[in-house]
């Protein structure tokens, strides 16, 4: 079962708080998350080396997937950066399609960046080591594992202290769009108003509740004594909560779903949305109540209901400060967008992309 984690306050997209407020990458590049942080940390070029380091470095047509302003964006860095678009899994896996359109898509982004870049270093901007090392640490979570973080900086011939550069121009970049171009957004308090009242459908709110889970996995395919086994070990279970077991306490210690570390918390699950067989039992439960046992194709589960949602309308006094950031980032992002357009235009950029194959 995998209810659906939801704010209180109205969200059609629900990643909206993963953009320009929460890490420096993301904001810079105009997308939501992870990959948008990741993506601007592969910013591009250092400052355009003169013709003998070109010569040097091997900086050939081949070597350079595009030039703003004279200075170059490097292959090696463009393939990095497609890489880590698809958080480690090989392009060669990915569909052509898809692929050709994240080709185009990263280099609009790092063409972007580098004219960021090139505006905000005539600014007097430093960053902290902390801060390259806290982003630093945030994309190479978003990899399976640190070796296959590692494992992609070496096939594209980037070292850790290129990469760690590299972040550190994007968090120059950001400070400087955060104290230049987007400074000044303002959202009132009339326009939160007017956003709540123009906008009921938002504001509706689902029945919902939010609950707890034990699950003990059975693949679909398993066989009877298999089967019969999970079965007895969810009942021994379920026979320990009913005599008193702390929820929570027993989920740690007993549950195979990814929330055990949290004591069985799912979160929110909005009526109409989850597995019927747990829908029913979830929604006529009463909140501390704990479940019989249900069975799922993923296997086995005991749920205990914590809170239970009455639909209706979001309260204006909830939803607004949801309404007030869905907006500044908004606002944030034309601004933005505008900027970065009205460099393209007054820029020197050529693009040398070869086609995905």
């Known amino acids: 079962m995998r209810p659906q984690k939801t704010d209180p306050a109205p969200s059609r997209r629900g990643g909206g708080r993963r953009g320009l407020a929460t890490a420096a990458l993301g904001a810079l590049l105009l997308l939501?998350?992870?990959?948008?942080?990741?993506?601007?940390?592969?910013?591009?070029?250092?400052?355009?080396?003169?013709?003998?380091?070109?010569?040097?470095s091997g900086d050939s047509a081949a070597d350079v997937v595009a030039r703003v302003n004279g200075r170059p964006i490097l292959r090696r860095d463009f393939d990095l950066a497609v890489q880590i678009q698809f958080r480690g899994r090989r392009p060669s896996n990915v569909g052509l399609k898809e692929l050709q359109a994240a080709r185009a898509k990263v280099l609009e982004h790092l063409i972007e960046n580098e004219l960021l870049y090139q505006k905000a270093s005539k600014t007097d901007g430093t960053v902290p080591d902390k801060d390259v090392d806290l982003e630093y640490q945030k994309i190479r979570d978003g990899f399976p594992s640190v070796d296959d973080f590692s494992q992609t900086l070496r096939d594209n011939g980037v070292s850790e202290a290129e990469f760690r550069s590299q972040i550190r121009r994007t968090l120059i970049v950001t400070r400087f769009v955060e104290q230049v171009v987007v400074a000044d957004v303002r959202v009132t308090d009339d326009d939160v108003k007017h956003y709540y009242d123009q906008n009921p459908t938002e504001m509706a709110r689902h029945e919902a509740v939010s609950l707890r889970q034990i699950v003990v996995h059975v693949a679909p395919d398993a066989s009877v004594e298999t089967r019969a086994r999970a079965r007895q070990k969810i009942e021994e279970i379920l026979k320990e909560l009913r005599s008193g077991g702390d929820f929570a306490v027993l989920a740690r210690r007993h549950s195979e779903g990814p929330e055990a570390s949290k004591g069985g918390d799912v979160g929110i699950l909005i009526k109409g949305k989850g597995p019927p067989a747990i829908e029913q039992a979830a929604f006529t439960l009463q909140p501390g109540q704990i479940s019989d046992v249900i069975e799922s194709r993923r296997g086995f589960h005991i749920i205990q209901v914590t809170e239970k949602r009455p639909e209706g309308t979001i309260p204006f006094e909830q939803a607004k400060e949801k309404i007030r950031a869905r907006l500044a980032a908004r606002e944030r992002q034309d601004k933005l967008r505008a900027y970065v357009d009205q460099l393209k235009e007054q820029a020197r950029v050529e693009r040398n992309l070869p086609a995905a194959s």
């Open 32 to 56: 939501a998350g992870p990959i948008g942080r990741a993506f601007a940390a592969d910013g591009g070029a250092a400052a355009a080396p003169d013709a003998k380091t070109r010569a040097a």
